[in-house]
């Protein structure tokens, strides 16, 4: 099979998804063990659980510009999707970097919220930056 093998790409994706499952119920399963031994409380399992979500989907967001396959009708498209991934990609990796941090750090109910303003600012210079990015390669495609 070659490197660049549909087949192989979906069983490195299907893989790669696999681990960090397994790494989250393992976080998870440490989290309420620790509770059960009455070494956590309740707001620190809360916390714990929220801190190993908002790093698990900031290493998949930072490994979704590498994950963009197929083939792009032209070089422009390619360096489009390119640009757009990375910043994407980016984008949300540090907005759930700062949800884990606010959730590891910060009084439980600014935590709740900051996060979720977090994740909507990461949102927010995503489609922004897609939608700009867009906006100028066409006109400069018209010209």
Not at 32 to 58: C, K, M, P, T
Request: aromatic share 8%; net charge positive; hydrophobic share 55%.
């Amino acid at each position: 099979m070659s490197e660049n093998s549909p087949l192989l790409r979906a069983r490195h994706e299907i893989v790669f998804g696999l681990k960090l499952a397994a790494a989250m119920i393992a976080g998870a399963l440490l989290l309420s063990f620790a509770h059960r031994q009455a070494w956590v409380d309740a707001e620190q399992v809360v916390r714990g659980h929220n801190v190993i979500i908002g790093l698990a989907l900031a290493v998949f967001c930072n490994a979704m510009p590498k994950r963009m396959h197929g083939s792009p009708r032209t070089v422009q498209h390619a360096t489009l999707a390119q640009a757009v991934g990375r910043v994407g990609g980016w984008a949300m990796t540090l907005a759930f970097l700062v949800w884990s941090a606010l959730w590891a750090f910060a009084p439980q109910r600014l935590a709740g919220i900051g996060a979720m303003a977090a994740v909507g600012a990461g949102l927010a210079v995503m489609i922004g930056y897609t939608v700009w990015k867009c906006a100028t390669w066409r006109t400069t495609k018209s010209h």
